[in-house]
């Protein structure tokens, strides 16, 4: 989730694109690049010079987002889910992994170095308002400020705005520090601290 107090929408300039021996894009992880909807696979360069596919979630994907769920430590899962959890039910997995890709998107980022490891997910829910979608992101423990969290918010924003959302909308609590100044550096709006110390934000897409 995001938060912040700029009302600029997300940047919609160009990636710079390098040559790549597959069938996907590949970008480097910079604060301009954000992708297309002309493709739905990008092999993205981290900061950290590894690389990374985003791509749209599936449902062979189970076995993967469970694994990458369980090595989430307890507070980037209470940070995630606003409240204490140990592990995801099987129902809920299952729902991640059962999208349309128009009310409800998901993308995960698959590590190149090993088959099938899933290092990060996003994820937005259309709302009652068509305008407007509930929005996710979670990043592994160790796979966090090198740039993942960055494109792949810029990934599900564009596909936001591809099927005519206009805002990404999501919940994070007040004591989570470093979520709130990831969403100022991408201009999300904050509201007031709601009941519970969660904090509603808003980004224009």
Known sequence: MFSGQSHRRVERTTPRVEQGSNAATRVD???SSVLEPVTDHVQLRLNDSRYVTIRPIL???????????????????????????????????????????????????????????????ARFVRGADSQSAEFALVVADDWRRIGLGTMLTRVLA??????????????????????KGFARSLGARLSQVMRYGIVRLSLEV
Do not use: W, Y
């Open 29 to 31: 992880a910079t604060p």
């Open 59 to 121: 449902p062979s994907d189970l076995d993967a987002l469970r694994r990458f769920f369980t090595a989430l430590s307890r507070a980037t899962l209470r940070l995630r889910f606003l409240c204490p959890i140990n592990e995801l039910s099987e129902h809920l997995l299952k729902e991640f992994t059962a999208v349309n890709q128009r009310a409800h998107v998901a993308f995960v980022a698959e590590f190149h170095g090993a088959a099938n490891q899933i290092v990060a997910e």
């Open 158 to 179: 564009q596909r936001a705005r591809f099927t005519g959302l206009r805002r990404l909308c999501g919940d994070v609590l007040e004591d989570n520090t470093a979520m």
